[in-house]
C-alpha cells in the first residue's frame, strides 16, 4: 500500500498550512477550522482528464506494452484507478472490522494529489462535512470508526476529552479525534496502511482504561505507543526507592574525574622532574625514566578496567543515568519543544523524509502525553534549488505540517536587481540558524503588540500569527521565505537533517529542564545511523561509538558534558541571554565568527553559569549519521582543528596588539568552571596541534637521530620511542581497558569486545594520515588564510574507479606530493648523501616512513569507491 506515498505527489500551490494542525473538534461534532475548507474538483478516472492544480503525464508509447493494455493509457487516469482501488480496498477492510454501521457520513478518504480527493462510498462527496473537513486537514488518509465500543464510552462521558489510560489523551499528532454528538472515531495517517493499526490501538486503550487492573494483555510489538509506563500494582517499591524518588536536593558531583586527574597531574610532573634530572646528571646511557612521561593515559585505562561503575547509571551534577521523575500534565502545564533542523541540499525523501517521520513520532507521543511540540526547519538550501524541487520541499513542509524558513543564496556583489546578500561564516550553518531565528522573533515582537481580550480564541491566534509572519516577510522585501509555524518553545531540540530520535524522549526532555533551571544544555548521547555500511563507514561508526563511551564515562564521573552541536535540549531562556548583536542588526545565537559555533556555544553557556548535562538513559535512541567518505571525515578534523585554534589564539597579526590569547578564552580560564574540567577541556584541544605537529617533528626527529645520534641529551625522547610507546599503551592497553569497560557495563562481551576493538587497530592509520591537513588548518588561522567547507554528505554518492580517481588527486595532490618528495629524501639520504652524511639507521628512517605511508595510503585505502573497482 506504499503506492499513495509514491506516487501521489502534491504539485500545485500551497494550501493554509494551519489547516491541517487547527482541526478542533467541538463537543457538538463539528469541525472547527480557522480556514474555509478548500473547494474540491474530482475527475472520474474514466474521462481522462486531469484534476485542478495535478502535473500532466507523458502517456508511456504505445508500443511499451500489448494493445489494450490498461499501462498504455495516459499516468494521471493509472493513478486514478490505483487511488480507486486502493480507497476501496480500505473500505472492504474497514468493514470487515465493523467498524461502520453503513450510516451517512462514514467512510474513507484518501488523497491522490494536491488538492486531489477521492473516497468510498461515493456518496461522501454530497453534503458530507466528514470529506470536507478531510480536505481541510489536508492529510493523506482518514477514516472514521463507529463501533459499539466506542458508542458506549461516548455516551457516558461526561468531559470534554476521552481519557486513554496513564493520564493520555488525543491530541492532532496523534491522529485521531472523537466526535461527541456523532459516537464516532475519526483516525488519520500518512501512510495509509497505518490507519488500521491506529484505530485498533486507540479502541484497545480504551478497553485498557476499563480493564486497568485486571490480566488485560497489552500487545506491545503491534500498537506500541512507545509511552514509558509503570503498572504500580505489580511492583514492590522498597523504602530506599521511595527516599530516591522524594529527594528533590542538589545532585551530587562526582569526584573521579578530579582524582584521576590529580594523579595524572601527579606522574606528569613526575616524569617531567625524572627528565630534569637526566639532563642535570647528563646520563649517556640511563634514559628509560622518561618513557613515565606516557604513563599519564595509564591512570585513566586502570580506572576502566578496576575503578568504580555504578555511577554510570545513577543521576549526578553533570550527568544523568536515569530518566527524571515526570512532570503531571494535572499539576502543571508541560513546556513547549521546537525542534529545530538545519538544513542544506540534503536529499527529501532518501534524508529530510524519514527525519521528519521519527520526529512526528516523538510529537505525537508528546501531545498524547499532554505537551505540545512543532517543528522548525532552517531550509538553506530551498532557494537554490530548482523550481521544481523547492516546490516538493514546500509541499512535503505543508503536507506534515512543518514550519521553515528559507534565506536568500549567497550574493555579495548582486547583479542588475538582484538584492545583495551576504551568508556570513566559513561553515554557514550558524547563520543560517541565527536568520531563521530572526524572523520567529521579529513574528513574536509583533504578536506581543496584540492585546488578548476576552474571548480570544485560538482562532483569533492563527489569524494574528499570520498576519504577523505576512508583515516580517514583507519587511524582508520578499528575499526571506517562511510559512508553517515558526515560533520557538521553552526549549528547543536541535538535531541534524539526518537524525533518528526516540519516540518517546520529549516528555523526559521537558521534565529535566523544568527541575533543573541551572541547566542550559542538556547533551544526550547518540548512536550511529547508518546508510552504506561499507568498510569506512563501519571504520567511522567504531570509532564514533568509542568516542560516546568515553564521553559518557568521563561526564559521568564528574567531568564537564561537551556540546556535540546536535541532539540536545537548549533553554531558549539561556540563549537569549548569551546572545549578541553584531553590524547585522539583529541578535545573533550562533557564533558567526568561529567554524566551530558549538564549542563556542558551549564555553559560552559555562562562563555565564549555566551547566551542560549529558544524558545517557535513552541509550542508542538518538541516532546521528557518520561521514560517508574519507574526504568528509579529514573536512571534519580539519574544521575541528581551525575551530579550537580561532577559539584559544589570535591571528599572528594580532599579537602585538591583542595579545596571543582570545578574550573567549581568557573568560574561559578565569572562570568558576572546575580546574579539572578545564584541564580535559585544554587536553581534548591538544590533540589537533599534537597531530597537526607530528609530521614536522617526525622530520625534523630524521635528521637529528640521523645525523646527531649519541649527542643528544638524553632528555630527548626520538620518535621510535614514542611511537612503540604509544603502540602498546593506547592500541594495547586502551583497547584492553575499553573492552573490560564495556563488557562491565553489560553493553558486551569481553571476548566479543575485544575482538571489535582489535579488529579496528588498522585504522589508527587515519591519524597518522591527517597530520598534514591539521596543520595546514591551524596554519590558516594564524595567517589569515581562506579555508572554508561544505556541510557533510548525507546520502551515498556511487561513483566509478575512473570517476573517483582524477577526484583524489585533485584533493590531495600536494599531499601526495609531500608523500613522494620525503621518499625521495630517505632515499637520497641512504644512497646519495656523502659517507659521513648518510641516513641509514632504523630509528631515523621508521618513524618518518610511517608518516609518509600513512598520507599516501589513507585516502586510497579508506576510499571504498577506489578499493572496490567499480565500473
Not at 467541538?26 to 472520474?44: H, I, L
Not at 555504578?310 to 550527568?319: D, E, I, M, V
Not at 542508542?620 to 582543528?641: C, H, M, N, P, Q
Not at 591519524?767 to 598534514?772: D, E, K, N, R
Request: hydrophobic fraction near 40%; glycine fraction near 6%.
Amino acid at each position: 500500500m506504499n503506492a499513495s506515498q509514491e506516487y501521489f505527489q502534491p504539485v500545485s500551490e500551497d494550501t493554509n498550512p494551519k489547516a491541517r494542525s487547527a482541526s478542533i473538534v467541538s463537543k457538538n461534532g463539528t469541525f472547527e477550522n480557522p480556514t474555509a475548507p478548500v473547494e474540491m474538483t474530482f475527475t472520474s478516472s474514466k474521462s481522462g482528464g486531469s484534476s485542478p492544480g495535478s502535473t500532466s503525464f507523458a502517456s508511456r508509447p504505445s508500443t511499451k506494452f500489448p494493445y489494450g493494455d490498461f499501462r498504455n493509457t495516459p499516468r494521471h487516469s493509472i493513478l486514478d484507478m490505483k487511488a480507486d482501488v486502493m480507497v476501496n480496498w480500505l473500505k472492504q477492510i474497514q468493514i470487515e472490522m465493523l467498524w461502520s454501521t453503513g450510516s451517512s457520513g462514514e467512510g474513507v478518504v484518501l488523497k491522490k494529489g494536491r488538492n486531489d480527493f477521492t473516497c468510498a462510498p461515493k456518496n461522501l462527496k454530497s453534503a458530507s462535512s466528514f470529506l470536507d473537513q478531510v480536505v481541510a486537514m489536508n492529510v493523506q488518509c482518514a477514516m472514521t470508526v463507529n463501533t459499539r465500543i466506542i458508542r458506549i464510552f461516548l455516551s457516558k462521558n461526561t468531559e470534554d476529552y476521552v481519557p486513554l489510560g496513564d493520564g493520555l489523551r488525543l491530541q492532532k499528532h496523534h491522529f485521531g479525534t472523537f466526535i461527541a454528538d456523532q459516537k464516532v472515531l475519526v483516525v488519520w495517517d500518512d501512510e495509509p496502511q497505518n490507519i488500521f493499526n491506529r484505530a485498533e490501538k486507540i479502541e484497545k486503550s480504551l478497553i485498557h482504561m476499563n480493564w486497568g487492573g485486571s490480566d488485560y494483555v497489552y500487545d506491545e510489538k503491534k500498537i506500541s505507543t512507545h509511552v514509558s509506563t509503570t503498572e504500580l500494582s505489580n511492583v514492590k517499591i522498597t523504602p530506599s526507592q521511595l527516599e530516591e524518588a522524594l529527594t528533590t536536593g542538589d545532585r551530587p558531583a562526582v569526584l573521579i574525574t578530579s582524582i584521576t586527574v590529580g594523579l595524572t597531574l601527579t606522574l606528569l610532573m613526575t616524569a617531567l622532574g625524572l627528565g630534569w634530572r637526566q639532563l642535570a646528571q647528563q646520563i649517556a646511557i640511563d634514559g628509560n625514566y622518561t618513557h613515565l612521561a606516557l604513563l599519564v593515559v595509564i591512570i585513566g585505562s586502570l580506572a576502566q578496567i578496576f575503578g568504580p561503575i555504578s555511577q554510570l547509571t545513577r543521576n549526578s551534577k553533570f550527568y544523568s543515568g536515569k530518566a527524571p521523575l515526570r512532570l503531571d500534565r494535572n499539576l502543571t502545564p508541560l513546556p513547549h519543544v521546537t525542534i529545530q533542523m538545519p538544513v542544506y541540499k540534503e536529499g527529501l525523501t532518501a534524508v529530510i523524509k524519514p527525519t521528519i517521520m521519527s520526529l512526528k513520532a516523538a510529537i505525537s507521543t508528546y501531545e498524547l502525553q499532554g505537551g505540545t511540540a512543532n517543528i522548525f526547519v532552517n531550509d538553506d538550501g530551498l532557494q537554490l534549488l530548482s523550481q521544481d524541487e523547492a516546490q516538493q520541499r514546500r509541499d512535503f513542509y505543508e503536507e506534515h505540517n512543518v514550519g521553515w524558513v528559507a534565506r536568500p543564496k549567497h550574493n555579495p556583489k548582486p547583479e542588475g536587481d538582484d538584492n545583495a546578500f551576504i551568508r556570513r561564516g566559513k561553515f554557514k550553518k550558524a547563520s543560517n540558524m541565527n536568520y531563521a531565528l530572526m524572523i520567529s522573533n521579529k513574528v513574536e515582537d509583533k504578536l506581543l503588540l496584540f492585546e488578548r481580550f476576552q474571548g480570544w480564541t485560538q482562532d483569533h491566534e492563527y489569524a494574528a500569527y499570520e498576519r504577523c509572519l505576512a508583515e516580517a516577510l514583507h519587511e524582508e522585501d520578499g528575499r526571506a521565505w517562511a510559512d508553517g509555524n515558526i515560533r520557538v518553545g521553552d526549549y528547543i531540540l536541535l538535531i541534524d537533517s539526518d537524525t533518528r530520535v526516540p519516540a518517546d524522549c520529549l516528555l523526559d526532555a521537558g521534565s529535566e529542564m523544568e527541575k533543573s533551571p541551572e541547566i542550559g544544555i542538556l547533551q544526550y548521547s547518540s548512536g550511529v545511523m547508518q546508510v552504506t555500511n561499507n568498510f569506512f563507514e563501519n571504520g567511522v561508526t567504531f570509532f564514533t561509538n568509542l568516542i560516546y563511551t568515553a564521553i559518557r564515562y568521563g561526564v559521568a564521573n564528574g567531568d564537564v558534558s561537551p556540546f556535540v552541536g546536535h541532539n540536545a535540549i537548549l533553554r531558549w531562556s539561556a540563549l537569549q541571554a548569551v546572545s549578541c548583536e553584531d553590524e547585522d542588526g539583529y541578535d545573533k545565537f550562533w557564533s558567526e565568527s568561529h567554524v566551530s559555533e558549538d564549542f563556542d556555544m558551549s564555553l559560552r553557556f559555562q562562563v555565564s553559569g549555566y551547566i551542560i548535562r549529558l544524558a545517557a538513559y535513552t541509550g542508542d535512541g538518538f541516532k546521528e549519521g557518520v561521514s560517508l567518505t574519507v574526504y568528509d571525515e579529514i573536512a571534519r578534523w580539519e574544521k575541528y582543528a581551525f575551530g579550537c585554534n580561532e577559539l584559544l589564539f589570535n591571528p599572528f597579526r594580532f599579537w602585538v596588539t591583542r595579545g596571543p590569547f582570545t578574550p573567549l578564552f581568557r573568560k574561559f580560564m578565569t572562570s568558576n568552571i572546575p580546574v579539572t574540567s578545564k584541564i580535559t577541556i585544554m587536553s581534548y584541544i591538544g590533540t589537533y596541534y599534537a597531530i597537526g605537529a607530528a609530521w614536522i617533528l617526525t622530520l625534523l626527529n630524521y635528521f637529528l637521530i640521523g645525523w646527531f645520534n649519541g649527542d643528544l641529551d638524553h632528555y630527548y625522547l626520538d620518535s621510535f620511542r614514542v611511537y612503540f610507546s604509544l603502540v602498546l599503551v593506547f592500541s594495547g592497553l586502551g583497547n584492553i581497558a575499553l573492552a573490560v569497560l564495556r563488557y562491565r557495563l553489560s553493553e558486551k562481551s569481553l571476548l566479543g569486545a575485544l575482538w571489535e576493538n582489535f579488529k579496528w587497530v588498522p585504522l589508527s592509520i587515519f591519524l597518522g594520515g591527517i597530520s598534514l591537513h591539521l596543520s595546514q588548518a591551524l596554519l590558516s588561522h594564524f595567517f589569515e588564510i581562506e579555508m572554508s567547507w561544505e556541510a557533510t554528505a548525507k546520502e551515498a554518492e556511487n561513483t566509478s574507479f575512473f570517476e573517483e580517481v582524477p577526484r583524489l588527486f585533485k584533493r590531495f595532490k600536494f599531499t601526495f606530493v609531500f608523500s613522494i618528495a620525503c621518499t625521495a629524501l630517505m632515499i637520497a639520504g641512504k644512497f646519495a648523501f656523502p659517507w659521513n652524511w648518510e641516513i641509514g639507521t632504523f630509528q631515523a628512517i621508521y618513524p618518518l616512513a610511517a608518516i609518509v605511508v600513512s598520507h599516501f595510503v589513507v585516502p586510497i585505502a579508506l576510499n571504498p569507491a577506489l578499493m572496490m573497482f567499480t565500473w
